[in-house]
């Protein structure tokens, strides 16, 4: 009986540590999550995958000893999930470039499954596709995170803003041009090294 009630208290001081970890985390977190995707329901939704990935594993008997680190980094793989399962989802569009080769970003970033160093060259890219992102033209951003990020189709989008399907194909051109010479330089100096 004794055991037992040692189980218990070691379930209410993990509880309350769990609790106290995520309100502390939450409001920074989020923070993290919304700078790096668009629509605010897929940031709770990845928000909440988290913590429940976080409830899992305590639950599993397998604590985390640096949870904020922890919670950072199964963040960023749930968003790059999200990304890819759009950008398989969404039907492209955009017209091919001088060299006939397809304008897809996904072939610039490695595959996180390919270990530890393609995992880290990935961030990377994504943090430096981000700040690239912030660097276009409006236009050419809106179009390209309403396509790729929120799998909208060319004519969903003329219809909501009014703009031609030609205009906005050609604008999301301009902006994965851009994003794919800004990229392909981070890609090449990893390559190097």
Same mark, same amino acid.
């Given at each position: ?26 409001? @920074?977190? /989020? =923070? ?22 976080? #409830? ?6 397998? !604590?985390?000893?640096? %949870? ?7 963040? $960023? =793989? /749930? ?5 890819? @399962?759009? @950008?398989?989802?969404?039907?492209? *569009? %955009? ?5 006939? +080769?397809?304008?897809?970003?996904? &072939? ?6 390919? &270990? !530890? ?6 961030? %990377? ?5 981000? *700040?690239?992102?912030?660097? #276009? !033209?409006?236009?050419?951003?809106? %179009? ?7 799998? $909208?189709?060319? @004519? ?9 399907? =030609?205009?906005? #194909?050609?604008? $999301? ?15 090449? +100096?990893? =390559?190097?090294?």
């Amino acid at each position: 009986m004794h055991e037992t009630a040692g189980a218990a208290w070691m379930s209410v001081e993990q509880e309350q540590r769990l609790t106290a970890d995520i309100a502390r985390e939450r409001p @920074k977190l /989020r =923070n993290f999550i919304r700078r790096r995707v668009a629509d605010e329901a897929d940031v709770e939704d990845i928000l909440q995958d988290v913590f429940a990935e976080l #409830l899992e594993a305590y639950r599993l008997m397998q !604590p985390v000893e640096q %949870v904020s680190a922890w919670l950072y980094r199964v963040a $960023k =793989n /749930r968003m790059v999930d999200r990304f890819r @399962k759009r @950008k398989t989802e969404a039907i492209s *569009q %955009v017209p091919q470039d001088e060299t006939d +080769e397809s304008l897809s970003l996904d &072939g610039l970033l490695p595959s996180a499954a390919a &270990g !530890p160093e393609a995992a880290y060259a990935r961030g %990377v890219l994504l943090e430096e596709l981000e *700040q690239a992102l912030s660097e #276009l !033209p409006v236009e050419q951003r809106d %179009v390209f995170m309403a396509h790729e990020i929120d799998g $909208k189709s060319f @004519k969903q989008l003329a219809a909501e803003t009014g703009v031609s399907v =030609n205009t906005l #194909l050609s604008r $999301k051109h301009y902006a994965v041009r851009s994003l794919r010479q800004r990229l392909q330089r981070i890609h090449d +100096e990893f =390559n190097e090294t």
